[in-house]
């Protein structure tokens, strides 16, 4: 039996460049589409919002010179470029999936509204959210927070290319830890960016635990549906 009913999965936009300077990896991409499909055969309703880091990242173009305004706009629409072609892989494996943007622009994807997703994720559909919050000054993050309180989910799960929160950079710190569980309190008195500090005061507020794991390893999406322990834990 699946530990999580429903879950709100944040992927990573740079993972999808998997070994590209740029774009999308075709292979990273199908590999996301099975995990995905995986664990939507073992009953599992899951919401989906993929950064646009592959592409275009508003604070990038401001500190280039762009109007951060225009420049969180133009990071939305890289995530509505991810979050189509990520519906395309879904539907070439056979599993149903909705993209829904927080700005319109029928008929490329349908107006978010709870309502809809929700009614999608009862009926065994994969809803995946885009355009994040459809404001500027608000990162991929904070969208996932709010996406996942709103339609109530039992978790969020934020794949990215490390196997959990650590002490310090495990990249480039060789002696770094990783923590098996923590707290919203701990990851801000260690001053620990696993997320924005209005995205982690939000699943805070909102009781909404976060599993940080790697999803770029083929299998561990399952895993962590069924309750193996990998990955980092976060909660209240």
């Not at 009862?122 to 339609?151: C, H, Q």
């Amino acid at each position: 039996m699946p530990k999580f009913k429903r879950i709100l999965l944040k992927l990573s936009g740079e993972s999808l460049m998997g070994e590209q300077q740029y774009g999308i990896d075709q292979q990273r991409l199908a590999d996301y589409a099975e995990q995905i499909k995986e664990i939507a055969e073992l009953g599992v309703q899951i919401g989906i919002v993929i950064g646009g880091g592959n592409i275009f990242r508003g604070l990038s173009g401001a500190s280039k010179g762009f109007d951060r305004v225009k420049g969180d706009q133009m990071g939305m629409l890289a995530t509505v470029i991810n979050s189509l072609a990520l519906n395309s892989a879904l539907q070439s494996v056979g599993c149903k999936s909705r993209v829904l943007t927080a700005i319109r622009m029928e008929p490329i994807g349908e107006f978010y509204s709870k309502d809809k997703a929700i009614e999608l994720l009862e009926r065994g559909e994969v809803a995946i959210f885009s355009a994040g919050t459809g404001n500027p000054f608000f990162t991929t993050d904070t969208a996932s927070a709010l996406r996942g309180i709103e339609i109530e989910a039992d978790v969020m799960l934020k794949g990215t290319r490390v196997d959990g929160i650590y002490t310090s950079d495990p990249e480039k710190d060789q002696t770094a830890i990783r923590f098996e569980k923590i707290s919203f309190d701990d990851i801000y008195k260690h001053g620990l960016k696993i997320m924005d500090l209005t995205a982690t005061a939000m699943c805070k507020e909102n009781n909404l635990p976060i599993i940080v794991f790697n999803m770029d390893e083929k299998g561990n999406l399952k895993k962590i549906i069924e309750g193996q322990n990998i990955g980092t834990y976060v909660q209240s």
